[in-house]
Nanobody, 120 residues
Framework: VQLQASGGGSVQAGESLRLSCQASGRTFSRYVMGWYRQPPGKQREWVASITEGSSTNYVDSVKGRFTITRDNDKNMVYLQLNSLKPEDTAVYFC???????????????WGQGTQVTVSS
């Protein structure tokens, strides 16, 4: 599956953004989808995931602020980012995998990154 992420930008703390990820292929609904991010000078980290059945999981630092959703009819996955903080500044990547453990440890498919910058 090929992935194309978009929606990043520069915002003030407390504002919101919505990231989008367009996937190619006819079997999108079978994939577990997720978002990762890489802050400046740090390693890439998992942020959120959504299964084929739309069960969601989040890293603790974004719980209650970020929401991951998917639209299987449009082959899209979204990440709504609310109450943004400067520490959310990162390049955000969407990812796809055949199952949740694979998504969490070594997703085989990645989109290009989209930059999110949050200023205080």
């Amino acid at each position: 599956v090929q992935l194309q992420a978009s929606g990043g930008g520069s915002v003030q703390a407390g504002e919101s953004l919505r990231l989008s990820c367009q996937a190619s292929g006819r079997t999108f609904s079978r994939y577990v989808m997720g978002w990762y991010r890489q802050p400046p000078g740090k390693q890439r980290e998992w942020v959120a995931s959504i299964t084929e059945g739309s069960s969601t999981n989040y890293v603790d630092s974004v719980k209650g602020r970020f929401t991951i959703t998917r639209d299987n009819d449009k082959n899209m996955v979204y990440l709504q980012l609310n109450s943004l903080k400067p520490e959310d500044t990162a390049v955000y990547f969407c990812a796809a995998a055949g199952n949740l453990p694979e998504l969490l440890h070594s997703p085989p498919s990645w989109g290009q990154g989209t930059q999110v910058t949050v200023s205080s």
